[in-house]
Structures are given as structure tokens and as C-alpha cells.
């Protein structure tokens, strides 16, 4: 009993020490730890708690500022606050609006998968189909991520279990693919969609599509080729592209390497911004649209904010914004050409004084053209973004302009449908003559202005048709996630009351050929262009969802409406 009661003693005794390595072995990991503490004195001991509270605190807070801002904090807010947000109801409730513009996707897709799934576009009145993009299945990818944001799920998964048996080092014998297009379109679908489900397939194709179109920068400059021959693994040689199509690459091939660990796409693509930052220009910021592949140097064309010159400028501040407005060659870049536009193609109509319009110049910017095309209608979009981003509170105010003026390129036609663009008579009574091949244009002595031009403050050229375009409902949805002013709400539900009217076949929607006629289906031109799944119908969905649904502070979207979220940290 007396050697048990010793045994006892020791045992009590090794739990506090580590005299016994054979009773240490014994000993619970509590014990072991607890032996170790009170090795330390009071005063370390104390210290080591400090510390652990410390380290505790950081990692709340860190948790805490992830969950708030899961993208960083801004600098500064740029989406109306939700309390705004849902004070703004509309007429109609934005849930039924919402629920209208969904289910016109859904026809839309539901046209497109039972005549053309995989092929490039629907023909939507003869219910057929093309490849007239090489057989990719753009409608399809350009697609993907409306489906997704929509909710359409099980169309989704199936679009995607079809993406990810493509092969995009292919397309149709002979063909050659354009490479601007193909970037925005496809690349932009692809990597928006597997940020939005992390479908890994998607980002495998993404990176197969970045790398089947890298042969356009194998120049001698490094300004990309306008087109590729993927069959063959290289660029088609060409004397001269146009700056949208050199200068609307790069946003995508950013979220690539971003994606994929991989900095060449970034750097190869930056260094035709580089290029284009350093060349002469006639004017400040503003950059005639062709350049030269051999030489990189502006050589012709008109300045525009329109056709083949429009995106170029508007990934300045994308880059920026995604940049987490760290990349300050990007701001100085835009302000540079934001000034230059003003200074020199910002217009007022000579009818009516609250129509402002952005028109073209000559390659010297000495000579204006009073053209407004609906392809500029991103301007404003542009202008609201920057005004908050740089803190710009003029810009806001010209935007609201010019998104004014795009409202009403559809309220004053008989459809109200937009025309592709509309002209403006100057103070001499002068109009514009039809562009030819270079940009070039000449300005024409006009008859008398008609009661119709006066009332509507411009008058129509010969090209009348509505292509199903999205850029207007872009700005308008921008300009209400900033202002939070519901007109804009119902400046877009009329507009896809228009077109849900005049446009809708039995199978999905139709281009139309006149906006002046309301003579209906026989308008139609059996052409959808894959931006309107894309672009229209999203914008239009986004519209009517709640401001902080893909947020303007989270996400940048691409040129064809593709959302990217914003670095979580900027990038070299």
C-alpha cells in the first residue's frame, strides 16, 4: 500500500513536470502544452496573450472586411446605395419587368437551341442558321453568362457541357477568324461564365481560345493582325487595323493571365496600349482609327466614339477601374481624350436645346461631321462611370445629356426603334454627306428643315435600320445604378416594349429594316446578332434588378457586356 501510494505521489507529480520520460509518454497533449505554459513567467505569459488577442482581432476584422467588401473597399462608392435603391419603385413593379425581359431570353434561346444550337447565329424568321464566324457557336458562348445571371440554369449547363467539347484550334475550312470579335465575344463569354459558375472547363477553353488567337500580335510592331487563320496557327497579314480592333483586346487578355497565373497575355496586349499612348496624334487624346501595322503609327480615318474607334476609348477607364484605379497611365490616357472630346465634338442641336450629341472629326480633327451613331450611345455610360471613379461632376452632367439624346433617337420614330444614327443640321444649314471606305466625309448644303426635323432636332439618313443594338440601355442602365433617378427605369422598359413589339418572331427577334415603318414582320431581316443575348436583353435585366446585383463596385464589364470582377489586387 505504501509503494502504491508513492506510485501515486510521482504520478501527481510528473503532470507538472517533465522529470519521467516514461510518465511524460503517458501524458495527454492538454497536459504536455499546459507543462510547457507554466514553464514561461507571468510576465511573458501575459505578453503571449497580448499577442494572440491581437493576431485574433486582425483575423475578425479581415473576415469582417471580406464578407463587406468581398472585392476591396472602394475609394469611392459608384452605385446608389440600397435604401435609394428600393425607394425607387416603378410603375410596374421592376420583379415583373424583370420576369418579362427574362422570359423574352427565353424565347430568344429557346428559338436558337431548336434551329441552330452550336452554330453561330440564328436566322429568325426562316428559322436556319449560319457559321458566319467560323463555326464556333458564338450565339451560344456570347450567351453563356445571360443564361447564368438570369437563373436559366439547366440551359446553362447545357450550353456549358457543349463549350466543353469544342475544339477552338479549329474552324470552317477557309475561314478566317476576326480577331477583335472573337476576343470579346468569345474569350470575354468564356471567362465571364467561369467566373460566375467556376466550371473549370470554361476556363480551360477560355485560355484554348486566348492562345488559338496570340498569333495576330506576330507583327513587326506587336499591333495585332485584324485576323487569323486558326487552322493554321497563324496571323493574316495586313497593312493596317483599326483601333478598336488593336485596343479592345487587352481588358480580356488581363483577366486571363489574372485567371491563369500567366502574365504574357497582359504584357503582350499592353504593349499595343503603349504603342498607341506614345504616337503622334493630330490632337490630344484623340487617335485617327487606322494604324499602321508595320510602323504602329495613326495614319488616316476619322476620330471617332462610334464604329471602330468606340471601345478603345472605353476600356481606358475599364482598365483603370479593374486596375483598382492603381494604373495611372489608363486615367491620364481617358481625362486626355474625355478633354479632347469636349473641347473639340460635343454639339447641341439647333432645334432642340437640351439634345447634345457627340459627332466625328476628320484624321486632322480640324473638320466636324454632325453624325450621332447609336454605337456612341456607350458614351454616356462611359462619362457616368468616370465622373465617379475621377471624381468629375461635370462629366455626370453631359451624360445625362447625351443619354438623353440616345432616348430619344427611339421615342421620336414611329416604332420606337432606334436608327443606326441620326444627323444634325449646323448653323449654316449644312449636312453631312455619306462616309466613304476611309472615314473620309464632306459636308452638304441641305433644303429647308422639314416640321418633323424641327420637332425631333435632327433628321434620319439613309440607313434606318435597328440592328437589335444594346448600347443606349447600357447607359441608361449605368446612369440609374449612379444617379438613381427611376426615369431611367422607364426609359427602358419602353424601349423593350418597342422592341419586344416590333421585333419578336415566332422563334426569337429579328434586325429591322426601317424604324420609320410600322409595317412589321415584313421589316424583319433574318439577322440576330449574338450582342443581343449578349448585350440588349442582359442590360435590360440588370436594369430592373437591384443596384448591388453585379455592382457596378464589383464588376467591370467588357465591350460586349461580359461582367469581370474587379483584382482583388492590382497587378504590375
Known sequence: MEGIAVHRESTVHADYTDDSPLLAKRQSWRS????????????????????????????????????????????????????????????RSDEERRKAVRAAMKHAWQGYRQ???????????????????????VTLIDALDTLHLMELHEEFKEGVHHVANLDFTKAKSGYTTPFFEMIIRSLGGLLSAYEMSLDVRLLRKAKEVGDALMPAFDTPTGIPYPRVDVNKGKAVPANRVCIAEAGTVQLEYWKLSELTGNPVYHETAQKVVDLLDNAKKPYKGLYPIWIDTSSAELTSGSITFGGMGDSWYEYMIKQYIYSRREHDQYRRMYEESIDSMKDLMVRRSIYDPEMFYVGDLDATATKFSPRFQHLTCFVPGMLALGSKVLDRPDDLELAKQLTYTCFQMYNRTATGLSPEYVQFRNKRNQGLSEFDENGEFALLSLSKASEKEKQDGFYLG??????LRPEALESIMIMYRITGDKMYKEWGWQIFQAIDKWTKTPSANSAYHDV???AGSSQWTDSMESFFLAETLKYLYLLFSPAEYYSLDEYVFNTEAHPFKIMRHARP
Not at 439613309?462 to 440592328?467: A, E, G, T, V
Open 32 to 91: 504536455r502544452l499546459r507543462n510547457k505554459w507554466y514553464r514561461f513567467d507571468r510576465l511573458t505569459r501575459t505578453l503571449f496573450c497580448l499577442m494572440f488577442l491581437m493576431l485574433g482581432c486582425t483575423l475578425v476584422a479581415r473576415i469582417f472586411i471580406e464578407i463587406e467588401y468581398p472585392f476591396g473597399k472602394p475609394d469611392s462608392q459608384v452605385t446608389i446605395p440600397p435604401r435609394q435603391d428600393s425607394d425607387n419603385r416603378t410603375e
Open 115 to 137: 434551329y441552330a444550337f452550336g452554330k453561330d447565329e440564328l436566322l429568325p424568321v426562316t428559322n436556319s442558321s449560319n457559321n458566319k464566324w467560323g463555326g464556333w457557336g
Open 462 to 467: 439613309p440607313n434606318r435600320s435597328y440592328i
Open 516 to 518: 420609320t415603318s410600322t
